[in-house]
């Protein structure tokens, strides 16, 4: 579901205020691009995203980028839990991207040692 005009009235709160939107699965990322544009609309001061998965079709992230249609975002987190679209992120120069990709393997490890 997007977020849209309509919703503004839910997002007031966020008026002055930094902004984490935290999802599990971005695929293009058009529905936190609109949520994050009636977020900035409200009034929030900076908006960054969390998500744990990414599927990012060729092309998707790199909206996201400084200069991008999608350039809401001051960070955008997401796990390695999905190499392809790591690849591709790792690609996109630092100085534009607002992604940070966050190692999920030290956890598995560690759940695997404990098991």
């Known amino acids: ?18 902004v984490l939107i935290v999802d599990d699965v971005v ?12 977020m900035k609309a409200a009034g929030a001061l900076s908006i960054s995203a969390f998500c744990t998965h990414a599927g990012f079709p060729q092309g998707a992230a790199e909206r ?3 200069g991008g249609d999608r350039d809401v975002f001051t960070h955008f987190w997401l796990t390695n839990s999905n190499p392809i679209p790591v690849k591709q992120l790792e690609g996109i120069d630092k100085a ?8 999920l393997m030290p956890l598995v490890k560690q759940d695997l040692a404990e098991w």
């Not at 293009?28 to 609109?34: D, Q």
């Not at 534009?96 to 190692?103: A, C, G, H, N, Q």
């Open 1 to 18: 579901m997007a977020c849209s005009d309509r919703d503004l009235p839910h997002v007031l709160w966020t008026q002055g205020q930094h």
């Open 64 to 66: 996201f980028c400084k």
């Open 96 to 103: 534009i991207s607002p992604f940070v990709i966050l190692d």
């Open 27 to 38: 695929k293009t990322g058009g529905t936190l691009a609109t949520c994050a544009v009636s």
